[in-house]
């Protein structure tokens, strides 16, 4: 059994998942707010009509219990994401990714919000060799970000068992697709080697190389969090959103510049502190409780990104 949405919250909405996710609220028909500081995010990422928006921090539990009370389900996508400013800065991450979640799942309970999906991570897993990633594996986090997310987890369970609020928590692997920010260095690496595909200028790869990921599209990733906010064997679980299938950085650059039509070689750096060396997705339990099946091939994706950095 499903239920329907009718007026949905994204916290982080003028961001690259969720204003993918606006736009699916929006088709489904439902009534969408957004709060975003846009620290990261962009307004023109969003609908010029039809969502109502606040610039506003997670942070401001006054704003959020305002804005939350006639919403039913919460789409929890805003927080600081970056794994190498986690570990420079360890406080101002942990103030937005665990104070700020907590905030939003205390606005969600005094409100009466139906329920909440996080976005967590991947990174909760650490350098466990065992492969695939399986929900039930123990935590082993290597950054600050990792041990955030992490808690985040645990307070969704908290709030689940003590308050009745409904929450699901998505471990997302790597997403990719347009909208992603190349402009920083902490961006994804798909986006970065976009940016430096299409300008002409060879990446900086960080390690050998040969350190895996899977690679989810954002429109399987905003499918998913559809799914978890509708279906009812989402409630007080996590959940690994993923394809299952990987590939090496390496040969991810050697696609990109296929697609860019260039020859330049990598410049390889030092790994960086915090680093996976191989990641890749058991999908069972979101293919069985929320009806999770990626549709999007990795190089149909990769194709499409990179027809939108080029127009960029």
Same mark, same amino acid.
């Given at each position: 059994?499903?239920?329907?949405?009718?007026?949905?919250?994204?916290?982080?909405?003028?961001?690259?998942?969720?204003?993918?996710?606006?736009?699916?609220?929006?088709?489904?028909?439902?009534?969408?707010?957004?709060?975003?500081?846009?620290?990261?995010?962009?307004? *023109?990422?969003?609908?010029?009509? =039809?969502?109502?928006?606040?610039?506003?921090?997670?942070?401001?539990?006054?704003?959020?219990?305002?804005?939350?009370?006639?919403?039913?389900?919460?789409?929890?996508?805003?927080?600081?994401?970056?794994?190498?400013?986690?570990?420079?800065?360890? %406080?101002?991450? /942990?103030?937005?990714? #665990?104070?700020?979640?907590?905030?939003?799942?205390?606005?969600?309970?005094?409100?009466?919000?139906?329920?909440?999906?996080?976005?967590?991570?991947?990174?909760? $897993?650490?350098?466990?060799? #065992?492969?695939?990633?399986?929900?039930?594996?123990? &935590?082993?986090?290597?950054?600050?970000?990792?041990?955030?997310?992490? @808690?985040? #987890? +645990? $307070?969704?369970?908290?709030?689940?068992?003590? $308050?009745?609020? *409904?929450? /699901?928590?998505?471990?997302?692997?790597?997403?990719?697709?347009?909208?992603?920010?190349?402009?920083?260095?902490?961006?994804?690496?798909?986006?970065?080697?976009?940016?430096?595909?299409? /300008?002409?200028?060879?990446?900086?790869?960080? =390690?050998?190389?040969?350190?895996?990921? !899977?690679?989810? $599209?954002?429109?399987?990733?905003?499918?998913?969090?559809? =799914? /978890?906010?509708?279906?009812?064997?989402?409630?007080?679980?996590? &959940?690994?959103?993923?394809?299952?299938?990987?590939?090496?950085?390496?040969?991810?650059?050697?696609?990109?510049? *296929?697609?860019?039509?260039?020859? %330049? @070689?990598? #410049?390889?750096?030092?790994?960086?502190?915090? !680093?996976?060396?191989?990641?890749?997705?058991?999908?069972?339990?979101?293919?069985?409780?929320?009806? &999770?099946?990626?549709?999007?091939?990795?190089?149909? =994706?990769?194709?499409?990104? +990179?027809?939108?950095?080029?127009?960029?």
């Amino acid at each position: 059994m499903t239920k329907p949405i009718e007026h949905a919250l994204v916290t982080g909405g003028a961001g690259f998942i969720g204003s993918h996710l606006v736009d699916a609220l929006q088709r489904r028909g439902a009534r969408v707010t957004v709060i975003d500081n846009l620290s990261t995010g962009k307004k *023109e990422n969003l609908p010029e009509t =039809g969502v109502v928006f606040h610039h506003g921090d997670i942070r401001d539990g006054a704003l959020l219990q305002n804005i939350m009370k006639d919403v039913d389900v919460v789409f929890h996508q805003a927080a600081v994401v970056s794994v190498p400013l986690s570990v420079e800065q360890p %406080l101002v991450s /942990a103030a937005v990714n #665990e104070t700020g979640t907590l905030e939003v799942l205390e606005a969600a309970r005094q409100t009466g919000c139906r329920r909440v999906v996080l976005a967590s991570s991947s990174a909760v $897993y650490g350098d466990d060799p #065992e492969l695939p990633k399986r929900e039930k594996m123990s &935590f082993c986090p290597l950054s600050p970000y990792a041990v955030q997310k992490m @808690t985040g #987890e +645990y $307070y969704a369970g908290l709030y689940t068992r003590l $308050y009745g609020l *409904e929450t /699901a928590c998505l471990r997302y692997f790597n997403v990719f697709g347009p909208r992603q920010d190349p402009s920083s260095p902490y961006s994804g690496v798909i986006s970065i080697f976009m940016d430096r595909a299409a /300008a002409g200028r060879a990446p900086v790869i960080y =390690g050998d190389g040969e350190q895996t990921r !899977d690679f989810v $599209y954002v429109q399987d990733v905003v499918a998913a969090n559809l =799914g /978890a906010a509708t279906a009812d064997g989402a409630v007080g679980k996590a &959940f690994n959103i993923g394809t299952g299938a990987t590939i090496t950085v390496n040969r991810l650059w050697q696609r990109v510049a *296929e697609l860019a039509g260039v020859t %330049l @070689t990598p #410049e390889y750096q030092a790994a960086r502190d915090g !680093d996976i060396r191989h990641s890749v997705a058991d999908i069972g339990a979101a293919q069985k409780d929320l009806g &999770f099946t990626p549709e999007v091939r990795f190089e149909d =994706g990769l194709a499409q990104t +990179y027809a939108w950095y080029r127009n960029q």
